[in-house]
DNA sequence: CGGCACATTGCAACCGGTTGCAAAAGGACT
DNA sequence: AGTCCTTTTGCAACCGGTTGCAATGTGCCG
């Protein structure tokens, strides 16, 4: 039913060889023959078949993109940008939903079933032996969201979370907030365990201060609210840093449902400045992650790969900013 | 480098047909045969790849999923519900992220250079001729959120428009209010058409209410704030029927950044009941659409459909029933 | 034990392209 | 016109599997 390579060969007199070539880049192939086979193809509505030049190329252009964070809001502005930025280099995004399981086996599997030229593992809480797992399966790998590493042993762009998480706590000192607190992710996500350490280093040394930290089963909502509810059955703190953006909201709603009042009671930061960070009736002062630039690096990575499989990995940093808004009290006018 | 058939075929001692059918469900393969290639294949690590066997069977299990609303949140939750689905059930989803873009053309291309074996139009903001273009080049497709049609050239699943359109209208004025208006989504998207319409039917007639309607440019946050802003400045309605919860949630913003406040002052319902409607801090009083069932149903069509290409297309419609929170005032206690 | 039906297996062609190699064609120069 | 070198083209094998068909093997019957 779909028109082949073999039926334009025929229309147009020639070999296939001869329309195989006139597809593609940089073939030897006269102009002549070209404009011939292109006018053949156009009468018949013909395309290349992606996945039979992928059997013997070995390139399909297909890109395994593998996540697990399906309820934090920022993941579909990182779809957003994923989907769209492969696809404007040609490159077709495979999607595996992680969300029930966690061994890497199965994906591995699946992605090889498929040739994917490579994989993007997105997400900030997997172990980092997840995304090592493609590469000794021999699939280029980029962990973006990763945990920087001296010597990593697969390709990792982020953000450096311990300094993220000393940002905040410097921020909260500076504010004039004694009792602290880190409300984290989960426990067991590289994220959370780097941006704890980062806090905590900032926040050691000052005897007046009282520095507690927790954990949230997740980067969601539900977990942000849930955990900063059983929290308040204790007592509040000052000011919490939050694990990201989505906990804060959740510890937010929590907060005002026990009648406090964000920042005049208790002071919040977030971390990666989502969209939803910036609406009015959220106007969450967070610590902003480039989500742009470190899709666009992990992408630009992926092509590098493409082209040099055996490329050192290598760890990637983009910084982080302050981005005030309404959610800290200002700082005090000396 | 990879394992292939013949490396297992090799190992066993039998024919590459073998180890073929061996993996092949319903094939005529004896027990014998089947766990000697089984052996012969676990002993090697091999698994079938997929695109080569697509090539030949003309099945490559891959699902084109289209969609161009990277910017409402209800979005994660579908493309978590369909990836998880799909996979589920042995397919493989392949994205296509629509929002540079409106013609069908490059996207039936490239899907049919992937081969797909079937489509999933996943908008209530593309025309229904997008749907349709895919089915004319022979690729099945379901429409997921699409117009309900009484004779629907592709297969559509989604909820009746106006019917909501209609008890949004219904419910605001059985609270008792006057001035009503509905604040929808794009204007060319069928959904924004068909809840107006509903709208304006149930609110017609009834000589003392004060009806309006505006559109906003998208179905997004910002959309719904700007578009609300507009409308503040020439006055403002008692209730709104808002396109859907994104738009309310920014149209609510507005709201209350105009000092006004929802719900003493003034009534939001909206469509869809995302997860976010129900956060503590939203709480938007709204219509359910069924997203699970209707995602369900329409990965179940797009499988009775790989099975029956041919089979005529129909609509399906999931009812939707108003979910009480926090953004009308309650019925009058008669 | 022969005969027959049915289950199992292998052969070889094919799916839609790509590519190394050698033959054919084109061009420049003597 | 004849050489020699460079392009351009076609042939045929191959990518990793699948499948129709014929050959072989098996089980059951008389």
């Known amino acids: 039913m779909p028109v082949t ?8 007199g020639v ?3 001869a329309v195989s070539r006139a597809f593609t880049e940089g073939a030897s192939v006269s102009d002549k023959m070209r404009a011939k086979v292109q006018a053949a193809a156009d009468e018949l509505g013909y395309h290349p078949n992606a996945l039979a030049s992928g059997l013997t190329t070995g390139r399909t252009k297909l890109i395994g993109l593998i996540s697990n964070n399906f309820h934090n809001p920022i993941f579909l502005e990182v779809f957003d940008r994923f989907t769209r930025g492969l696809q404007e280099r040609g490159l077709r995004p495979l999607i595996v939903n992680l969300t029930d399981e966690t061994a890497p086996d199965a994906s591995v599997r699946l992605l090889r079933q498929y040739s994917v030229d490579a994989v993007i593992v997105a997400s900030s809480t997997l172990p980092p032996t997840f995304a090592r ?26 953000i450096d979370n311990v300094a993220c998480g000393a940002l905040a706590g410097q921020t909260l000192i500076a504010r004039g907030y004694r009792q602290i607190a880190f409300l984290g992710g989960p426990k067991a996500a590289t994220s959370t365990q780097d941006r704890l350490r980062g806090f905590l280093e900032a926040t050691a040394g000052s005897a007046d201060l009282c520095v507690s930290h927790s954990f949230a089963q997740a980067y969601s909502f539900e977990a942000g609210r849930d955990e900063m509810r059983r929290l308040l059955e204790a007592g509040c703190a000052e000011a919490y840093f939050c694990g990201d953006d989505v906990l804060s909201i959740g510890a937010m709603a929590a907060l005002r449902g026990a009648g406090l009042r964000v920042p005049e009671d208790v002071g919040v930061i977030g971390l990666n400045d ?3 960070a910036g609406w009015d009736n959220v ?20 092509i590098t790969l493409l082209g040099a499989p055996e490329a050192l990995p290598r760890s990637r940093v983009m910084g982080c900013v302050l981005v005030e808004r309404g959610t800290l009290r200002p700082l005090p006018s000396a």
Chains 1, 2 share one sequence.
């Open 15 to 17: 070999s296939t060889s």
């Open 133 to 158: 797992a493609f590469r000794e399966a021999g699939l280029p790998v980029v962990h973006t969201f990763g945990r920087r590493n001296a010597r990593p042993k697969v390709d990792v762009i982020g």
């Open 5 to 12: 390579l073999k039926d334009v060969a025929e229309l147009a």
């Open 283 to 302: 106007a969450l002062t967070t610590i902003r992650q480039p989500l742009a630039e470190i899709i666009e690096a992990s992408i630009d990575r992926v």
């Open 274 to 276: 989502m969209e939803m």
